[in-house]
């Protein structure tokens, strides 16, 4: 999705302008602050981002979003600058799976096939066969024979949810979201009574209880183009807040309520601390600087440059 520049405010002005004089590229996620969504050439999900850092003319790479995605886009782009405003821009998920427990997980089980969510380090990449995101995960585990033993990491609610999609049996990793786990499926019944006639659409990194009142799941740009090509106009949306700026715009007639999170009524519990480490002003430093900036040794991304491709080949 590529976004207008119309009505910016100074510092945006500036970060564009900047950008420009480098040729750099800025990438932003779905989740990122409205008015970092602003200045960015492309937003996307998780999928389509990869996909453009695999095809973009830019010399310089200035991701806004977390740290994987960043280091995604710098093993398919080693001869590129990768920058990243906050390098502390983690993710639960990436941080469930170290390196030297999940090698003894395939230690263990080793006639298995390795899928990785693409939410996980790149050492991780390093020990998988195959990648996958929450649009296209359904696609890759179908694309395994039946009869091969699986292992699926690092998230085990979008795994449960695979599995019951492809009637597969995997092994999972025990790693979760902590934005998306924290939805009250209590809370959410209590707002779906107020409002009968919406449609409740999630994210699969959502637990199964919350999936299994889902009227629609799918990933990030999956939830938006439900929402732009439904009949209905009320929509309770499990996922991250920053999805609703982009889908408001999207469908300004509709109504989008946030699904409320255990902790609190407000959708302040269902923002990923990470994702918003992010802020404009960082960004404008890190392209300024050309720093802070990913790095990772060769070896180890044509090692993870594997299980990638292979995704984006599939998909
Ligand atoms: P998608 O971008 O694939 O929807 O994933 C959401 C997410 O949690 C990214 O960290
Ligand atoms: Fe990770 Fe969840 Fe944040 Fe996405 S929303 S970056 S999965 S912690």
Redesign the pocket.
Known sequence: MTVSTLHQTPLQEKVIKLKEEKNAVILA???QEPEIQEVADFI??????ARKAAETTADIILFA??H??AETAKILNPSKKVLLPDLQAG?S?ADSCPPEAFRELKRQYSNHVVVTY??CSAEIKTLSDIVC???NAEKIINSIPEDQPIIFAPDKNLGKYLIEKTGRKMLLWDGA?I??EAFSLDKLLELYKQHPTAQIIA?P?SESHILKVANYI??????LNYVKSSEHDTFIVA??AGILHQMQKDVPHKTLIPAPAKEDNTCACSE?AF?KMNTLQKLYNCLEKENPEINLPPEMMEKALVPIQRMLSLS
């Open positions: 996620h779905f989740y996307g999900d998780s999928l389509e981002l979003g977390v994987f995605m993710c998920l693409i939410n995101t929450s649009s979201c934005v998306h994210h990194e799918g990933s990030t740009s999956g939830m996922t991250e990923c994702m």
